[in-house]
């Protein structure tokens, strides 16, 4: 005896969604695996290029580090060299955290703006507006900090290099991560329950009293996670630094002076570096200390968001 029509009808779409939603899981699981098979594949090759430094060339860590003399051997079969990557080390760390010291005020002032003084036109107006910020290509940030900024510092602060200086590259460096820190800042205001606010506002506070007191205090996850996706994005941008620094082998005496950094150095070196050689695994060495921060961000991010959800629970 056959099943009636009706039960068939019911059952094939039953069966086809099933199909469906099991092919859609795998898919997503196989890129998953896929995506996660990527990094750490790109960190195995890291880890076997840039330890060559200490492995095939015998340089200690301690060298690389905390060293400035920079003369690695040119060709592939030489060696004897000096790896200190000191200069490029602090350069970065000098930029990087003159940026974040620019930018993270002017960040969390605009998101406060936007999320909590003129939030309807926050929304509509100034977020799509900071937004476009993060598509614009690096090059043109640094096209407008050589042709503008590096002039204006030369002339007004008489920097004694033409204008090419920490200062340039930090102010360049606060401009790009402006976007990242302020937009991750906003969502993290805006998702801070109004009942908190309205409890503070019910005992008399003023808003600026509740945006001090309560809401970011709140939020103060989230702005943390901003700030520190901002630095590390400030770690690793190479060309719009390396068009206003000035890539002197040196460190500087304030902030007005030119010296170098990480990514400017490998971009600028890599290409004319034999494979293999001592300058070329020096380089490599440095886009693993690269790596190793940006690890370090990520992991530092996932526990402030994981200390959040437990004073959440």
Partial sequence: MTAPSSVRRTRTPFK???IHESLGRGVVTVFGFL????????????IVRGTGTFTKYHHSAAEFLFSSEWDPADTATEGGGHVGAAIYIVGSLLTCGLGLLIAAPFALGAAIFMTKIVREAGNKIFRPAVEIFVGIPSVVYGWVGLTILVPFIRDVFHAPMGGYSVLAAGIVLAVMIFPTITT?????????????????????????QVIRHITVPAARN???TGIILGLARAFGEALAVAMVIGKTRAFPKGILYPTNN?????????GNSANGGEQN????SM??????????FIFLIHFISAKGELKKS
Wanted: negative net charge.
């Fill in 16 to 18: 086809e969604k099933f």
């Fill in 35 to 46: 995506i996660i098979a990527i990094t750490i594949l790109i960190g195995v090759f890291l």
């Fill in 184 to 208: 991750v800042a906003a969502d993290a205001i805006a998702s801070v329950p109004e009942v908190y606010e309205m409890g503070a506002y019910g005992l008399g506070s003023t808003k600026w």
């Fill in 222 to 224: 989230g702005i943390f």
């Fill in 262 to 270: 990480l990514t400017a150095a490998i971009a600028a070196d890599m």
């Fill in 281 to 284: 695994l020096a380089l490599w």
């Fill in 287 to 296: 886009a693993l200390l690269l790596f190793i921060i940006s690890m370090f």
